[in-house]
């Protein structure tokens, strides 16, 4: 997977993709209308951070590149690459259970902090994609 050269771009399937690893400084793209909702993503290589209508959706550390990002009420599904392991934090509902999945491998039940916030570490091989599947129990 390569990185999201534009920054930030609406797929044909309803699906947002971001992140630009790469990238030697922070850069930003703010007011990204998609869906009738407003996008802002900043990039680089030390951290990836998506924003939605003003609201924590998806960081990582260090920057990764995400495709076909979906979430809906109870499930969060993207592809995700980075050069180094990683660490990406979702914004989720507060006090609530999911099952993580990576690869289609369960690999177990978390329970958000009453932020919301939902965080998983993951081992990266550079230029190969992890699938990512959260699903609200």
Do not use: H, W
């Not at 997977?1 to 930003?28: C, I, N």
């Not at 998806?58 to 995400?66: D, F, L, M, R």
């Not at 509902?93 to 998983?120: C, F, H, P, Q, R």
Request: with cysteine.
């Amino acid at each position: 997977m390569a990185a999201v050269k534009e920054l930030l771009r609406a797929e044909t399937d309803g699906t947002l993709s971001f992140g630009d690893y790469t990238l030697d400084s922070k850069t930003k793209l703010d007011g990204f209308e998609f869906q009738g909702d407003i996008y802002k993503v900043k990039t680089f290589k030390e951290i990836t951070k998506l924003e939605k209508n003003g609201m924590f959706v998806y960081e990582s550390v260090p920057g990764t590149a995400v495709e076909n990002f979906k979430a809906t009420e109870n499930v969060v599904s993207f592809k995700v690459c980075g050069e180094t392991d990683f660490q990406f934090t979702l914004g989720m509902e507060a006090d609530a259970e999911y099952v993580v999945y990576m690869d289609d491998v369960n690999i177990g039940d978390m329970t958000t902090n009453l932020s919301g916030k939902l965080s998983v570490s993951a081992e990266a091989d550079p230029g190969k994609e992890i699938g990512i599947k959260v699903v609200r129990k």
